[in-house]
């Protein structure tokens, strides 16, 4: 669980997993309160036998979803070189419990369709996509089409 400090190894973490995507100093602070109480109830890190932190996530929450308090999977990240060995599942798993033991009846999350084994997993764990306009529809589509090619 998170611990004052742990800032700088969640942005190593996000930086090490998903090259693509601009993570910069600060982000951590953007994205979550700084309530340390908070954070060490809702903050993982997947740490490996070495010790070494190589994959986090978030259990947190969202007052403004739908005027409701929704919680949320925010963030799931795990280390490029571990990618692939089902550690995200580890890391969902106690994520999800964790929303429902902190009283969470309904969650969401937010990820890019061109993440297709992020989507994947996602789905497994019972979440499916928002549909809102004809453009949503025609993507999910695609996507769902390509995750039953790829995964028959």
């Given amino acids: 669980m998170y611990e004052p400090g742990d800032e700088d190894e969640w942005i190593r973490i996000e930086v090490a997993a998903e090259p693509s995507f601009k993570v910069v100093p600060g982000m951590h602070a953007q994205q979550f309160c700084e309530d340390v109480a908070i954070l060490s109830q809702r903050q993982l890190f997947l740490v490996a036998p070495s010790g070494e932190a190589i994959g986090t996530t978030t259990a947190w929450f969202n007052e403004d979803r739908?005027?409701?308090?929704?919680?949320?999977?925010?963030?799931?990240?795990?280390?490029?070189?571990?990618?692939?060995?089902g550690l995200s599942k580890a890391l969902m798993t106690q994520a999800c419990n964790l929303l429902a033991t902190l009283g969470h009846e309904n969650a969401f999350l937010i990820t890019s369709t061109s993440r297709i084994p992020a989507v994947r997993l996602y789905l497994q764990y019972g979440f499916a996509p928002e549909i809102r306009d004809p453009e949503d529809e025609e993507k999910w589509s695609d996507v769902m089409s390509y995750i039953e090619e790829l995964y028959p």
């Fill in 66 to 85: 739908y005027a409701r308090l929704y919680g949320q999977i925010h963030w799931v990240a795990v280390i490029a070189e571990f990618q692939g060995k």
